[in-house]
T-cell receptor, first 113, second 114 residues
Framework: DVKVTQSSRYLVKRTGEKVFLECVQD?????MFWYRQDPGLGLRLIYF???????EKGDIPEGYSVSREKKERFSLILESASTNQTSMYLC????????????FGNGTRLTVT | GENVEQHPSTLSVQEGDSAVIKCTYS??????FPWYKQELGKRPQLIID?????GEKKDQRIAVTLNKTAKHFSLHITETQPEDSAVYFC?????????????FGGGTRLMVKP
């Protein structure tokens, strides 16, 4: 069974702090994604990566950056956290084949005060 | 880019009744339409998907239909049970995007009353 692990389930940070959200998958998947989940807005894609050191902007990349130095790890970085980045963050991975299902992590609920 | 609208945002049904959730998409090049279920406090999981060369797909009590001309697709759950209570997300993937990037709808909270 695919395991996607997010380092923290709950995180509280102050405005202006630099925040790192870590995600690790154990199935050698090529694709990795960071989504943000807000009520009524569904899952919105922040960034994704289809290979090591490759990254592509999603629908809402502003205020975020990512890093993929190793195939199994995809990090989301908030350079200077703001209160409007309070949200649930979901990491996902999928194999490189077309139309492969996404495997999600349990999510990190980030609160920025 | 792709835009996916999902309705209704909440749906309450009696156990045993059917539930229907509808989604529309904007990009006529989209060719893959999965549905994810997220139970309370858990991660979203794929429950069924359909490709653009198919009009309908069934898996036990759930079915998905696709109307390419109208650019809409629907999830049908028959004989609903309390364990069907969850948030359901539809999604669409444009045909020419790398990395299988999906655009999700806003979600439907389904409540099945015993």
């Amino acid at each position: 069974d695919v395991k996607v692990t997010q380092s923290s389930r709950y995180l509280v940070k102050r405005t202006g702090e630099k925040v790192f959200l870590e995600c690790v998958q154990d199935m050698d998947h090529e694709n990795m994604f960071w989504y943000r989940q807000d009520p009524g807005l569904g899952l919105r894609l922040i960034y994704f990566s289809y290979d090591v050191k490759m990254k592509e902007k999603g629908d809402i990349p502003e205020g975020y950056s990512v890093s993929r130095e190793k195939k199994e790890r995809f990090s989301l970085i908030l350079e200077s956290a703001s209160t409007n980045q309070t949200s649930m963050y979901l990491c996902a991975s999928s194999p490189g084949q077309t139309n492969s299902p996404l495997h999600f992590g349990n999510g990190t609920r980030l609160t920025v005060t | 880019g792709e835009n996916v609208e999902q309705h209704p945002s909440t749906l309450s049904v009696q156990e045993g009744d059917s539930a229907v959730i509808k989604c529309t998409y904007s990009d006529s090049a989209s060719n893959y339409f999965p549905w994810y279920k997220q139970e309370l406090g858990k991660r979203p999981q794929l429950i069924i998907d359909i490709r653009s060369n198919v009009g309908e797909k069934k898996d036990q009590r759930i079915a998905v239909t696709l109307n390419k001309t109208a650019k809409h697709f629907s999830l049908h759950i028959t004989e609903t049970q309390p364990e069907d209570s969850a948030v359901y997300f539809c999604a669409a993937k444009a045909g020419n995007n790398a990395g299988n990037m999906l655009t999700f709808g806003g979600g439907t909270r389904l409540m099945v009353k015993p």
